[in-house]
């Protein structure tokens, strides 16, 4: 069965630090461009990053720019969402996907995206 499970979420800090991991089962991820997209309440979930499925082209949403790192380890078939420098508008529940069309690039089109995780949830907060 196909799945991806997120992990790493909680309760930070404005200027705080959290590790988003993502694990796939059931497939292999390092076969798909992938991405992080959030959802905050009474919002539409929005593209954060995405990476492609080497790892060489990597695309973020102007929010998060140099504060957000996606990385991929395909042999751990892991993917990863460093995240510094938190705000409170970074408050959301956080989701992996795999691309279902991409893999030499990728996007942050969540039409793009076949296969989601659960999500996890992000409160940055004082």
């Known amino acids: 069965q196909l799945q991806l499970v997120e992990s790493g979420g909680g309760l930070v800090q404005p200027g705080g630090s959290l590790k988003l991991s993502c694990a796939a089962s059931?497939?292999?991820?390092?076969?798909?461009?992938i991405g992080w997209f959030r959802q905050a309440p009474g919002k539409e979930r929005e593209g954060v990053s995405c990476?492609?499925?080497?790892?060489?082209?990597?695309i973020y949403a102007d929010s998060v720019k140099g504060r957000f790192t996606i990385s991929r380890d395909n042999a751990k078939n892991t993917m990863y969402l460093q995240m510094n420098d938190l705000k409170p508008e970074d408050t959301a529940v956080y989701y992996c996907a795999a691309d279902g069309y991409r893999y030499y690039t990728c996007s942050t089109d969540r039409a793009d995206f076949a296969s989601w995780g659960q999500g996890t949830q992000v409160t940055v907060s004082s």
């Open positions: 990476i492609s499925g080497r790892g060489g082209i990597t």
């Open positions: 059931g497939f292999t991820l390092g076969s798909y461009a």
